[in-house]
């Protein structure tokens, strides 16, 4: 629009030479800066290398084949990186649960206010000005005591360790396409199509010749599928088995269920689905989740949740014309 009205205000440019336009675009004032197309930098690769580095420097230093690398790398990251996370989580949730009673008190004094100012607008309208009043007194005791609900969330910081780690391995193996690719191939069986769809993305990650031949038991070769596919099963066991523990106790939330009851399905399907997967992949994925459940059961040894405090319920009495 702006520039429609300058143009009517000086008509004399619509009748510009066509030959002199390029010349007029061109003289820019020194405030106005041309900007082109660079290139995005490659943090995946830089983090690739970094995993990639690592993983030589544990198969040099210890001597060990890459059967027990693999899983001695998965400790290293467990034992640095997760650990530390999980037990800031742990004791913001144990405070979480000390401030419980003191919360069950407000909710008393917020209901009770609540049913004083607002009892002719109905119990749903109460009720949603209680689930407000508590949000907000939930939040600054949280704050207050430095339990925030954001920790309660910590352990997703894990997964793009994981994948990064999967991934390098993955390369590593000189697997063309990646584990959702190879999952996607599975079920459509066209491995030679993903695998050339997939060629121009592989990075300069050498091919590791050595996993052919520093495999263990009944899988020798870490750069293939394992041949009596054990593995895969493995991994749906190991995944099923940290989904054991998932819901609370008492009284679980029917969203909670649902939930649980499909990473229950999904994990039962890991193990068709990655029975194209290398070998190596495999062991490291086995050992991660393993270490995982292994720590979750250490930080509900040495450092429990206790039960939630409940609210005192009221007796009920019986009426005197009942009793008779």
Not at 149 to 177: D, S, Y
Not at 271 to 283: H, N
Request: net charge positive; aromatic share 8%.
């Amino acid at each position: 629009m702006a520039i429609l009205l300058r143009t009517s205000m000086r008509p004399h440019l619509l009748y510009q030479n066509p030959s002199h336009l390029p010349a007029l675009l061109l003289q820019l004032p020194p405030s106005c800066r041309s900007f082109h197309a660079s290139p995005r930098p490659q943090y995946l690769d830089a983090a690739i290398g970094v995993a990639h580095s690592g993983l030589e420097a544990i198969h040099s230093t210890t001597g060990l084949p890459w059967a027990y690398t693999l899983p001695l790398a998965a400790l290293a990251i467990r034992t640095t990186i997760t650990l530390p996370i999980s037990i800031y989580m742990r004791r913001g949730m144990q405070q979480q649960i000390e401030l419980s009673p003191l919360l069950n008190a407000w909710r008393h004094v917020f209901r009770k206010k609540a049913m004083k100012e607002a009892m002719h607008t109905g119990p749903a309208a109460i009720n949603r000005q209680v689930y407000k009043q508590m949000s907000a007194k939930r939040k600054e005791l949280f704050r207050r005591w430095d339990c925030p609900r954001w920790r309660n969330f910590l352990g997703l910081v894990q997964l793009p360790f994981w994948l990064v780690m999967i991934e390098t391995i993955r390369k590593m193996c000189g697997a063309h396409v990646g584990l959702l690719g190879m999952m996607a191939a599975r079920i459509s069986g066209g491995v030679e199509d993903a695998a050339a769809t997939a060629a121009a993305a592989i990075t300069s990650l050498p091919k590791e010749a050595s996993l052919a031949t520093e495999g263990a038991l009944w899988f020798p070769d870490l750069l293939v599928p394992d041949p009596h596919l054990v593995l895969p099963f493995m991994l749906s066991g190991a995944i099923l088995l940290n989904l054991s523990n998932a819901l609370p106790s008492k009284n679980p939330a029917v969203w909670q269920k649902r939930l649980v009851r499909s990473l229950r399905i999904v994990a039962l399907a890991i193990g068709p689905l990655t029975l194209q997967v290398p070998s190596a992949m495999l062991v490291y994925w086995i050992s991660s989740s393993t270490l995982a459940y292994t720590q979750a059961r250490l930080l509900d040894a040495f450092m429990p949740l206790k039960k939630l405090v409940e609210p005192c319920k009221p007796k009920m009495t019986t009426p005197p014309s009942q009793e008779l």
